[in-house]
C-alpha cells in the first residue's frame, strides 16, 4: 500500500506572506507542497513562474509539487527544475505538441520524479503508453484552472483503471479534497492528496490536515481488508 500523502495547494495560500503560510504548513504536518503553474492557454487562468518556485524552495523542506498546467511543458520543465521542483507533474492533453515521453525521461534524468495529469474527461488509457516512464499520476477530480471547486465523483475509477494497466506508483488527486470527500478518493485507490481550500481555508491547519490523514488511512485500511476478505 502507498503511504497517504498530504499536498497543500499553494495557490489558495495567501502569497503576500508566501514564507510564513510554507511554513505554517510544514509545521502542520504536510508530506508535499503542492504548486500550481498556469499559463493561461491552457487553462483560462495565470498563476505564477519559476521564481515563485524557487522563493518558495528557500523556505521549504518538504517536496515541491509542482503542477504545470501549462500548453509547452517542453519548454519550462528545466526552469522549473532547475528552481527546486522535486516531482515535475503536466497534462496528456498537450500531448499532440512534443514528445511526451522524451520529456518525461529527461525529467527523470535529471533525478526528479516525473508525472502525468488527467482532466476530469480524458481517459486514463490515454497513460498507457507513457506507464513505464512515470512515477506519479494526477488525477484531476476538477476541470483545472481554479480552485474551490466541487470534487467529480465520476472520476474515482480512473485508480483502478491505472492499477489494472500495471501502474505502481503514486496516485494523486487534484481539486475539492475536503473531509467530506478524502475517503472516497483513497478508498478508490489514491495515496497523494492535493487539497487547497481545505487546509489554507481553516486557522487550524494542524488539525485539518490530522484529520484529513486519520480519514484516507482508514478508507485505504477498509478498502484492503475489504479486498482480502473478497479474494477467500
Ligand atoms: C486546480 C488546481 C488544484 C487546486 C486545488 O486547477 O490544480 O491544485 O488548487 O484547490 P482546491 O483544493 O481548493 O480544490
Ligand atoms: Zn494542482
Redesign the pocket.
Given at each position: 500500500m502507498h503511504p497517504v500523502r498530504i499536498a497543500p495547494?499553494l495557490?489558495?495560500a495567501d502569497f503576500g506572506k508566501l514564507r510564513d503560510e510554507v511554513e505554517s504548513v510544514e509545521q502542520a504536518g504536510c508530506d508535499w507542497l503542492?504548486l500550481?503553474v498556469?499559463d493561461g492557454h491552457f487553462?483560462p487562468?495565470l498563476t505564477f513562474g519559476p521564481f515563485i518556485v524557487a522563493a518558495v524552495k528557500k523556505h521549504a523542506t518538504k517536496p515541491l509539487d509542482t503542477?504545470l498546467?501549462i500548453t509547452d511543458p517542453w519548454k519550462y520543465a528545466d526552469p522549473f527544475l532547475d528552481a527546486g521542483s522535486d516531482l515535475l507533474t503536466f497534462h496528456i492533453e498537450v500531448e499532440e505538441k512534443g514528445d511526451v515521453g522524451a520529456l518525461l525521461k529527461h525529467i527523470r534524468s535529471r533525478g526528479k520524479k516525473a508525472g502525468l495529469s488527467v482532466q476530469p474527461d480524458t481517459p486514463i488509457s490515454r497513460l498507457k503508453p507513457y506507464i513505464q516512464d512515470l512515477d506519479l499520476v494526477l488525477i484531476?477530480s476538477?476541470?483545472?484552472?481554479?480552485?474551490?471547486?466541487k470534487f467529480m465523483t465520476s472520476v474515482l475509477p480512473k485508480a483502478q483503471e491505472l492499477r489494472a494497466l500495471g501502474f505502481d506508483g503514486e496516485i494523486s488527486m487534484?481539486?475539492?479534497?475536503?473531509p467530506a470527500t478524502i475517503a472516497d478518493s483513497a478508498a478508490a485507490g489514491t495515496n497523494v492528496f492535493?487539497?487547497?481550500?481545505?487546509v489554507f481555508g481553516v486557522d487550524d491547519r494542524k488539525a485539518r490536515i490530522s484529520e484529513l490523514r486519520q480519514l484516507a488511512e482508514n478508507a485505504q485500511d477498509t478498502s484492503a481488508s475489504d479486498t482480502e476478505s473478497s479474494s477467500i
Open positions: 495547494s495557490l489558495a503542492h500550481d498556469m487553462v487562468n503542477h498546467m484531476m476538477v476541470f483545472a484552472g481554479f480552485g474551490g471547486q487534484d481539486g475539492g479534497i475536503t492535493v487539497a487547497g481550500t481545505a
